[in-house]
């Protein structure tokens, strides 16, 4: 079966998908991404995978704005796939393509629906997520569930390597979705919404470190906030500091030290500091002159 698709995105994700989408038996007539964004971290312009694959392309940006909507009903697509893009389509676009929007989520729908999910993921320290496509409706993250794999989370992992791990599982779905669409054997799974929960927006608040967290707590929120994403910090006389990789040290030897006291310091980016429960090594950060004996 032909299939005409529209792809929107604007993101790391979003390359990706639309280069695998391009390798499968599915033809995009038109893509709408964005000149710009100072919104997303991992921004992507998409308009030169577009002239490479000799795709019409137009940048927006409000998705739902009348120009957006007629440039889509003008293309007639069979399906769409909104991969990478942090704005909900209303109605009037989701129901023009005969098969649906395919949506793409990455945590375990119906549970951990919302904002930032591999940054939360990490930073809560859960073991688990999931690579999610869904039909897309109204709501966020609420559709007919299309294709999941559970991806696991091993300590080692960190934005950059569980981003990875998504994107390779999404590729794979993605070429599994297309064959079922052509095949007809698509067989969509509705989802318990009351059975899952909702992540909140995070705010600047949610990325300072305070070191009298545990050190657990600590190196959980520098991995999530690391690359391609905006980094954790920390405030001192006055200035922020982005960390990027920290080591928990665990011992028991700095029991009777106070929680932000640097114990030791290695070079400008690279030093040891008292936690909670033992000692955290930045590892990598902005430079900073700090001293041993010095309070964070």
């Known amino acids: 079966m032909d299939m005409d698709a529209v792809f929107i995105g604007c993101v790391k994700s979003s390359e990706v998908f639309f280069r695998k989408l391009c390798e499968l038996d599915i033809n995009i007539v038109g893509v709408i991404t964005k000149a710009q964004s100072n919104f997303n971290s991992d921004f992507v312009d998409l308009s030169t995978l577009c002239k490479e694959n ?22 007639k697509p069979d399906i769409i796939f909104c991969l990478g893009w942090s704005r909900l389509l209303k109605q009037q676009i989701l129901e ?3 098969l649906g929007t395919v949506g793409f989520h990455p945590a375990a729908l119906p549970y951990n629906r919302g904002r930032h999910p591999l940054i939360w993921a990490l930073a809560l320290g859960l073991q688990e997520t999931a690579s999610t ?6 709501g966020a993250d609420t559709g007919d569930i299309i294709s ?5 989370i091993n300590y080692e992992d960190d934005a950059a390597t569980l981003y990875a791990k998504v994107l390779k599982a999404g590729c794979t779905q993605l070429e599994e979705i ?44 520098v991995r999530a906030l690391t690359k391609p994403y905006v980094g954790a910090h920390f405030e001192y006389k006055g200035r922020e500091y982005k960390v990027w990789k920290v080591k928990e040290i665990e011992t028991d030897s700095y029991d009777n ?16 500091i008292k936690v ?6 930045v590892v990598e950060c902005d430079n900073i002159d700090l001293q041993a004996g010095d309070y964070l």
């Open 96 to 98: 023009i393509p005969r």
């Open 257 to 272: 030290i106070e929680c932000g006291k640097i114990i030791e310091v290695f070079g400008l980016n690279h030093f040891m």
């Open 133 to 138: 496509f869904f039909l897309m409706n109204e």
């Open 178 to 221: 297309v064959n079922g669409l052509n095949n007809g054997k698509l067989m969509p799974l509705r989802q318990t919404v009351s059975d899952g929960n909702s992540w909140r927006k995070r705010g600047i608040t949610d990325g300072k470190i305070d070191w009298r967290m545990s050190s657990r707590a600590i190196y959980n929120l």
């Open 276 to 281: 909670y429960d033992g000692l955290i090594e």
């Open 54 to 75: 000799a795709i019409d392309c137009i940048f927006v940006e409000d998705i739902n704005d009348k120009d957006s909507v007629s440039y889509i009903m003008n293309k």
């Open 148 to 152: 999941q794999k559970k991806i696991p």
